[in-house]
């Protein structure tokens, strides 16, 4: 997998800009807040249809315009293609998606590009709440999994509709109909259906990771710290092992589950907490409101974990993904390294470089070179960005 081309016009800091990328290792270098990753962020825009730094897209259009435009050219799986993605702010912002100049519609990840990207806020899957784990999860089925995206879309849709009814039935102050029971068991239905199946894939993918990162946390700490997960799908209605406070199901027998039963299950907690889910105006059951947990050597690394042994997880997991990934497509995806080599040793940029050869395309941003292991520069094309431009290139 190849970029070749990215060029993005009023976009983030840029007015208009365009990267040349090299086959190997491009490294972007300037101060911060220059529009480095701003660069990734147009690039994974295009590889996954989101972005982890904005609530909206008009945060991506430049100050005083109303269209952005990202445009990338890459080579993947025999083909080429050019893929570019137009943002119109109006009363609501719009997006246009197109292939080859084709109009794409459908699902928002529209492209063949697949990226995997170690960054600063990485360490936010142990510091942050649960919602940073399922968001990366999530992110990770759908490179290995391209219809997840379409299905976490409508479970959220079905999310959102039900906590309207929800809202409306808290208006009406427990004078509830039998149509209104009937309608919300509509919903309910739907929710567990797309729910158990959001959990099934989560679960697979869990599964395949796990080995490998644990694989890497044993290579990082030298046999010292042994990695372990739990998957949190709380329920009360069968026999569970304990996870503190939370009762959770095992992985290995969530991924023994049929999606039938996962159903009936959601859709029992769902019936026993309606009037809690009433008074709070929102659905509290369901893959929504789940959670991984990380532990070492038995200690939960979000309590328990040193500074230090927080950021060697983050990266045994980070390096699981590259291999997941690079194992599941046909070439390696391209790896986006937003200012994290300058946070990492010589050994955890050892450790990184192992998985990285040759073959697989890199671009890395830093605010200075210093600290760099030499073999992430030999051969390497070297850009400066300053103030939303590209001055060498």
């Given at each position: 997998m190849?970029?070749?081309?990215?060029?993005?016009?009023?976009f983030?800091?840029?007015?208009?800009?365009?990267?040349?990328?090299?086959d190997g290792?491009?490294v972007?270098i300037g101060?911060?807040?220059?529009?480095?990753?701003?660069?990734?962020?147009?690039?994974?825009?295009?590889?996954?249809?989101?972005?982890?730094?904005?609530?909206?897209?008009?945060?991506?259009?430049?100050?005083?315009?109303?269209?952005?435009?990202?445009e990338?050219?890459?080579?993947?799986?025999g083909y080429s293609?050019?893929?570019?993605?137009?943002?119109?702010a109006?009363?609501?912002?719009?997006?246009k998606?197109?292939i080859?100049?084709?109009i794409q519609?459908?699902?928002r990840?529209?492209?063949?590009?697949?990226t995997v990207?170690?960054?600063?806020?990485?360490?936010?899957?142990?510091?942050g709440g649960?919602k940073?784990?399922?968001d990366?999860?999530?992110q990770l089925?759908?490179?290995?999994k391209?219809?997840?995206?379409?299905?976490?879309s409508?479970?959220?849709?079905i999310?959102?509709?039900?906590?309207r009814l929800?809202?409306?039935?808290?208006?009406k102050q427990?004078r509830?109909?039998?149509s209104?029971i009937?309608?919300?068991?509509v919903?309910d239905?739907q929710?567990?259906?797309y729910?158990?199946?959001?959990?099934?894939q989560?679960v697979?993918?869990?599964?395949?990771l796990?080995?490998l990162?644990?694989?890497?946390?044993?290579d990082i700490?030298?046999?010292?710290?042994?990695?372990t997960?739990?998957y949190?799908?709380?329920?009360?209605?069968?026999?569970?092992?304990?996870?503190?406070?939370?009762?959770?199901i095992?992985?290995?027998q969530?991924?023994?589950m049929?999606e039938?039963?996962?159903?009936q299950?959601?859709?029992?907690?769902?019936?026993?907490?309606?009037?809690?889910?009433i008074?709070?105006?929102?659905t509290?059951?369901g893959p929504?409101?789940?959670d991984v947990?990380?532990?070492?050597n038995d200690?939960?690394?979000?309590a328990y974990?040193?500074?230090?042994?927080?950021?060697s997880?983050?990266l045994?997991?980070?390096?699981?993904?590259?291999?997941?990934?690079?194992?599941?497509?046909?070439e390696?995806?391209l790896?986006?390294?937003d200012d994290v080599?300058?946070?990492?040793d010589?050994g955890r940029q050892g450790?990184l470089?192992?998985l990285v050869?040759?073959?697989?395309?890199?671009?890395i941003?830093t605010?200075?070179?210093d600290?760099?292991?030499?073999?992430?520069?030999?051969?390497?094309k070297v850009?400066t960005?300053?103030?939303g431009e590209?001055?060498?290139?």
């Amino acid at each position: 997998m190849r970029v070749s081309r990215v060029t993005v016009r009023n976009f983030r800091n840029y007015k208009s800009a365009a990267l040349d990328l090299h086959d190997g290792r491009n490294v972007l270098i300037g101060e911060n807040a220059q529009g480095k990753t701003n660069l990734l962020e147009a690039i994974e825009l295009i590889a996954s249809g989101r972005s982890d730094r904005s609530s909206s897209d008009r945060e991506l259009i430049y100050r005083g315009e109303n269209q952005a435009l990202i445009e990338v050219s890459y080579h993947s799986a025999g083909y080429s293609e050019t893929a570019c993605l137009l943002l119109t702010a109006g009363e609501r912002t719009s997006r246009k998606a197109k292939i080859n100049g084709v109009i794409q519609s459908g699902s928002r990840r529209f492209a063949r590009l697949t990226t995997v990207s170690f960054k600063v806020s990485d360490l936010d899957l142990l510091r942050g709440g649960p919602k940073h784990r399922r968001d990366w999860l999530d992110q990770l089925v759908c490179k290995l999994k391209s219809s997840h995206f379409e299905l976490t879309s409508r479970y959220d849709k079905i999310i959102q509709q039900r906590n309207r009814l929800l809202k409306l039935f808290f208006e009406k102050q427990g004078r509830l109909t039998g149509s209104d029971i009937d309608e919300l068991r509509v919903w309910d239905k739907q929710l567990a259906q797309y729910g158990s199946q959001i959990i099934k894939q989560r679960v697979h993918v869990l599964a395949q990771l796990l080995p490998l990162a644990e694989l890497h946390q044993s290579d990082i700490s030298g046999s010292r710290e042994r990695l372990t997960a739990k998957y949190i799908f709380k329920t009360d209605e069968m026999e569970t092992e304990s996870d503190g406070e939370a009762t959770v199901i095992g992985i290995e027998q969530l991924s023994d589950m049929a999606e039938r039963e996962l159903e009936q299950i959601i859709l029992s907690q769902l019936k026993k907490r309606r009037s809690e889910e009433i008074a709070r105006k929102q659905t509290v059951c369901g893959p929504h409101r789940d959670d991984v947990s990380f532990a070492l050597n038995d200690f939960a690394a979000t309590a328990y974990a040193s500074q230090g042994q927080q950021r060697s997880l983050v990266l045994a997991l980070k390096l699981a993904e590259l291999k997941l990934v690079t194992g599941r497509l046909e070439e390696p995806p391209l790896l986006l390294l937003d200012d994290v080599l300058a946070e990492l040793d010589l050994g955890r940029q050892g450790m990184l470089m192992q998985l990285v050869n040759s073959e697989m395309q890199t671009l890395i941003t830093t605010t200075h070179l210093d600290g760099f292991r030499s073999e992430w520069l030999d051969g390497a094309k070297v850009v400066t960005v300053k103030a939303g431009e590209i001055l060498s290139d």
